[in-house]
């Protein structure tokens, strides 16, 4: 006797693909497009997130754990290892100024305190307009020319605290 | 072809083993125990917690013994004096910032850190402690796990088993440095995240640092409240794991003790979850046959494969991470819920016991079943259908607690209307078993045939394998079942939810050609749940299921739908399978949630 | 020079026509490019000092249809800044040093893992990347070059971090072994090497081992980048032949009060002022993958311990015990004795603890945290104490 084959076999879809997206999800989407899918891509799309929007924020791990079939606690532990994948909120300047040993020795303290004045805000915070977060780096490899810091990718060296007015100054003005 | 031999000498013993062998594995066979924290024979090497570090001849570093494998000619001392202030080093670096409140710590006695520093007799910690206050705040959020970040060593077991054994990925290592932590998703409550709750993360946790909530009080309290009408119900791998916390080797069949044990606690009646497994088998095989004929004989699309739903871990893990097969489950509760639903209506009833007096409580091998209790759509009776879930370790330290003897108990019997169960019952606490108990039943009920296996053991869905398939065909049909004859049955099998994703993305793709599958949460089914005795190997998993086996090869009954209370459950109150009262009180529904 | 014991060379920087080396190179075998490499004794310029010759040897024994050649641009040592300014100035060499290493051990793609801290570098470099694949392309050579970036985590130097980090995970360094050699990027054998070694690498396959080989000393052959900083009139990079003295160096490059240098950055070596004649620059003495920080007498060497001691406690990958709970408790009693809190005898716990990080650790990171801590607390055990 000739066997039946198979019985109908269906698997239900209640959750067809979104057709709304979001301005982050999207973006990340985008990446995903361009870097690809695969686990090695996770850490090029994160910078990209960073580079355009300053931190992670929740919604953009939850999206590019979506887009790469990841879990979201994944992507959140991959990123928080990495100092300069922030997952809380960030100003749209990040200052970073290098705290390493020359630097200490040629004073990145006072730096500091020069910024905190004109900018009113403590290290490791963000001011409340938004515009700045004042943190410290660990060696930012510019020994020879201590103090350094660096605003988002731009570096400046030898800065002493006069300089450091100016450079934040000049930055106050880009960022209304 | 057998594998290269490597020859060394590990304290100056010769000896040859294969080659990719771990200096660790090879210790072992010499009978040399190197102690370990990190390492776990369930879960890849990590070699991070430095503690089996040991002396190799010739070389500056101390190699980690479960992480290196061995060489040709290598000399390995274990003890030496270098290795020896090593590992004291290790243990008192651990214990350093660990919230050593030991006396206190619901691991005491059972904590890998507590016996190492016990072993090494370290003494007065010299170094400074690095606790602070802040990280003493323990997680409660979750009805099943608590996780108490200051008694963590950050091994990373937790999160190697979250991943690789369960592929649910709720728990992960985050930061680096001084402030690397276990942790969740941003840290949110475990409650919060996509943790499925199977306990599989606190069966590894060296530490007490992921353990179950406990519920042993509110129990007690329950059972020693006259006004108070308190019945238990043991599911199926309880008893033979229970043994474990009482020195008895694993799979030790000790049914008739822990009801022994359990009515000395005082429950007022002691029945069992088998019973209502038996239960599940009849109206979970009558589902599958509705959804085959919905799609042979009316032409319907229902949805198929067909899923069991017993393991609470797995449907959570399938409503956080396949929603778009959430109609592909089996609508049926899990045997402990069908049992409350049934407890304070039937039983009530007949016991003449008004529901809201009664506390209906659950001995479970599972951490999950402890959320399970408490889904809101879980009040089929009208109340809490299940108050309390008790894990088997919970149990054992009720039974300490209660001062029992539990080797020297007589055996006892289950009392009767929800405690009759037959073998098919039994087994549903392996892997492949909830599958062979159907079989059994289904093959029966469609050909009044026994199904086609020597003494009904359904072996090919049997074994810790990750994936099992089987098929059946039926043949000579009964004539009500005409639309089966000569159809091939196809089932699938799987354990551990990282199995089970595997299978999933096969289902979503449509080429599995299963028409039933059935899947539990836990590595090698219920046996090796995330609430059973600890510690948790391979081996001992294998002879629980033995356990489970024997016993229902010894009983009397095997078959679901032979279970006599069983068969007056459906005469006098349900009526039939699938019937209105199934309905409200054996069936339930699934939500999506979200992904993180 | 004023001092005729320290001699300048110029092989990093010398703009040469790298296409031509790259045209002469590919014209060879990979064995004869491997035996002039082994032969003119180059080593690891990252700091390890792991025989590139031999590595590479190693890689192209695999067999694998896919092999890596990773350039380390990870330079996150603090006191070093030679990569930088080597990347800056002669990209088009690191590039072709690349592709000699890609010929050598047969390996058709390769990847620049560059700092975050270096992103303003990324134009450039992206730029120069292109040409050079494009050249590599006319040529039929069957070889590109990436880059990935790094975000900010020193331990990704270690090589197994940084193929993790590429590979999109946490830069927790490896088990080894096995060796990236034969299982690096993606589980394919691969060769890692530094900027500066690849370079060299290139230099070598130009002019052949033998000038190379007749600098510096038998252990430490040829020239190395030195990043120097602290308390010196001529901070900045110098190419100087290997095996001088400190103290020859110190003469050089100090401001006359040097009371200490510390050789080989944070987790390198800090050699006191009545060392200084006695300690040889190179793998014979204390190695340094070029960073030379000098400090003067109006320092406190508690604050610099300090400094570093804060450096690893932050940066350690944090996986293993030795490292992440050592470095704490390193740092935390340190200033426990400094404070009074505890006796001045606790530092000898401290070093026997710093005994077991360096012997235990799972990676360089924990193993190298004890030589800057002995060494400063040997050599100045007052400044820490009072």
């Known amino acids: ?176 | 072809m057998s594998k290269f031999q490597v020859n060394l000498k590990i304290n100056n013993l010769a000896i040859a083993v294969d080659e990719g062998t771990t200096i660790l594995e090879a210790a072992r066979q010499l009978n040399f125990n190197i102690p370990t924290l990190c390492h776990h024979d369930d879960i890849c090497v990590a070699g991070n917690c430095r503690v089996c570090v040991v002396e190799q001849k010739g070389s500056r570093l101390l190699p980690a013994a479960c992480a290196t494998p061995v060489g040709e000619g290598m000399e390995i001392l274990t003890n030496s004096m270098k290795v020896r202030q090593a590992r004291k080093h290790v243990v008192e670096l651990l214990l350093s910032e660990h919230n050593a409140d030991c006396t206190r710590c619901i691991k005491n006695g059972e904590c890998e850190l507590q016996k190492m520093s016990n072993e090494y007799r370290t003494g007065n910690n010299q170094f400074i402690s690095l606790l602070k206050e802040k990280d003493k705040v323990i997680d409660f959020s979750s009805p099943s796990i608590s996780k108490d970040d200051s008694k963590c060593i950050r091994c990373q077991r937790c999160v190697r088993t979250c991943a690789e054994m369960q592929a649910v990925n709720a728990l992960t290592v985050a930061y680096k440095g001084n402030n690397m932590r276990i942790s969740t998703f941003l840290n949110k409550p475990m409650n919060d995240v996509v943790c499925t709750n199977c306990g599989q993360c606190i069966n590894r946790c060296p530490t007490g640092s992921l353990t179950e909530r406990t519920y042993v009080d509110q129990v007690f309290e329950a059972v020693y409240d006259p006004t108070k009408f308190v019945v238990v119900q043991t599911a199926p791998a309880t008893r033979v794991a229970i043994g474990e916390e009482f020195g008895l080797e694993p799979g030790t069949r000790v049914t008739g003790k822990m009801v022994a044990a359990l009515r000395r606690i005082g429950f007022d009646k002691v029945l069992d979850t088998d019973f209502s497994a038996d239960l599940t088998i009849i109206e979970e095989g009558y589902e599958l046959l509705s959804r085959l004929k919905a799609a042979l004989v009316d032409g319907k699309a229902p949805a198929l494969p067909m899923m069991t739903s017993c393991s609470p871990g797995w449907i959570k893990f399938q409503e956080h991470l396949y929603p778009e097969l959430l109609e592909n489950l089996s609508s049926c509760k899990s045997p402990q819920q069908m049992f409350g639903a049934l407890a304070k209506t039937y039983y009530a009833e007949r016991m003449n016991k008004n529901p809201a007096d009664m506390i209906v409580v659950s001995i479970m091998p599972c951490t999950a079943k402890k959320f399970e209790a408490n889904r809101p759509e879980m009040r089929g009776s009208g109340y809490k259908d299940v108050d309390f879930v008790l894990t088997t370790r919970e149990l054992g330290m009720m039974i300490r607690q209660a001062g029992i003897d539990f080797n020297k108990l007589e055996n006892e019997s289950y009392d009767g209307m929800l405690g009759e169960s037959t073998g098919a019952g039994v087994i549903f606490g392996n892997t492949g078993g909830v599958m062979e108990a159907a079989l059994r039943t289904a093959y029966e009920i469609i050909t009044g045939r026994e199904v086609p296996f020597s003494n009904l053991s359904i072996k090919p869905v049997r074994g810790m394998e990750g994936v099992k398939e089987a098929a059946i065909r039926f043949k000579d049909v009964l004539p009500e079942w005409n639309f089966l004859e000569g159809v091939e049955l196809k089932v699938g099998i799987t354990h551990g939810l990282a199995n089970a994703k595997l299978l999933m993305d096969k289902v979503k793709e449509g080429n599995t050609g299963f028409h039933f599958i059935e899947i539990m949460a836990c590595p090698g089914g219920c046996i090796g749940g995330g609430g059973q005795p600890l510690p948790t190997t391979l081996a001992i998993r294998k002879k629980r299921a033995s356990g489970l086996y024997e016993e229902d090869e010894k009983m009397i009954l095997r078959k679901s739908h032979e279970n006599p209370e069983v068969k007056e459950l459906y005469q006098s109150f349900l009526h039939q399978p699938l019937g209105h009262r199934s309905h409200d009180l054996l069936h339930t529904h699934y939500y999506s949630r979200k992904k993180i | 020079m004023k001092n005729k014991t320290i001699k300048k060379v110029d092989l990093i920087f010398e703009q040469v026509d790298h296409l031509a080396i790259l045209d002469k190179t590919l014209n060879r075998s990979s064995e004869e490019i491997i035996l002039d490499i082994i032969d003119s004794g180059l080593r690891g310029r990252g700091g390890a000092g792991f025989p590139t010759g031999l590595k590479w040897k190693f890689a192209r024994n695999e067999d694998s249809e896919q092999k890596y050649v990773i350039c380390n641009a990870d330079e996150g040592e603090p006191g070093t800044f030679k990569d930088r300014e080597i990347l800056t100035q002669v990209p088009e060499k690191v590039l072709t040093g690349m592709a000699v290493c890609g010929k050598a051990i047969g390996a058709s793609e390769g990847y620049i893992y560059l700092r975050a801290e270096y992103n303003f570098l990324l134009p450039m470099l992206h730029q120069k990347i292109d040409t050079f694949n494009n050249v590599l392309k006319e040529k039929k050579f069957d070889f590109s070059v990436a880059i990935r970036s790094g975000s900010g985590a020193y331990v990704c130097g270690e090589e197994t971090a940084l193929m993790e980090s590429m590979e999109g995970f946490r830069g927790e360094p490896r088990n080894k072994p096995p060796f990236p050699t034969s299982k690096g990027y993606l589980g394919k054998p691969t060769s890692i090497n530094n900027v500066e070694t690849l370079v060299f690498a290139l230099m070598i396959a130009n002019l052949g081992p033998k000038m190379f080989k007749e600098l510096g000393t038998f252990d430490s052959r040829g020239s190395k980048v030195f990043s120097i900083s602290g308390d010196t009139p001529s901070a900045g990079i110098y190419e100087l032949e290997l095996g001088m003295t400190l103290e020859d160096f110190v003469n050089e490059f100090g401001d006359g009060d040097t009371k200490a240098v510390q050789i080989g950055g944070a987790s390198g070596y800090c050699v006191a002022r009545k060392n200084f004649k006695s300690t040889v620059i190179g793998f014979e003495g204390i190695p340094t993958g070029g960073s030379m920080m000098l400090f003067n007498s109006s320092r406190s060497m508690y604050n610099i311990l300090r400094d570093y001691l804060e450096f690893f406690e932050e940066e350690s990958c944090g996986q293993c015990t030795p490292c992440r709970i050592g470095c704490q408790q390193l740092l935390k009693g340190v200033e426990a004795v400094k404070k009074g809190l505890k006796p001045p005898s606790y530092l000898e716990n401290l070093q026997r603890l710093s005994e077991t990080m360096k012997i235990a650790s799972k990676c360089g990171l924990g193993q190298s945290v004890g030589n800057p801590f002995n060494s400063i607390i040997n050599n100045f055990r007052e400044e820490i104490i009072y």
């Open chain 1, 1 to 176: 006797m000739p066997t039946k084959v198979l019985i109908y076999i269906k698997v239900h879809i209640i959750n067809p693909t979104k057709n709304f997206m979001t301005r982050i999800e999207q973006f990340v989407k985008e990446q995903a497009d361009y870097y690809g899918r695969r686990r090695n891509s996770l850490m090029p799309i994160l910078q990209a997130v960073v580079q355009s929007e300053r931190y992670l924020s929740e919604e953009a791990m939850v999206a590019v754990a979506e887009e790469l079939d990841l879990s979201t606690a994944d992507v959140f532990g991959t990123a928080s290892f990495y100092t300069f994948l922030d997952t809380v909120p960030r100003g749209k300047n990040i200052i970073k100024v290098c705290k390493t040993i020359t630097c200490h020795m040629k004073g990145k303290d006072e730096i500091i305190s020069t910024i905190e004045d004109q900018l009113k805000i403590k290290l490791g915070s963000t001011s409340s307009d938004g515009r700045f977060s004042l943190l410290q780096a660990n060696c930012l490899g510019w020994c020879h020319k201590g103090p350094v810091m660096l605003v988002n990718d731009e570096i400046y060296t030898e800065i002493t605290p006069e300089k450091t007015v100016e450079v934040i100054r000049d930055y106050l003005k880009k960022t209304k």
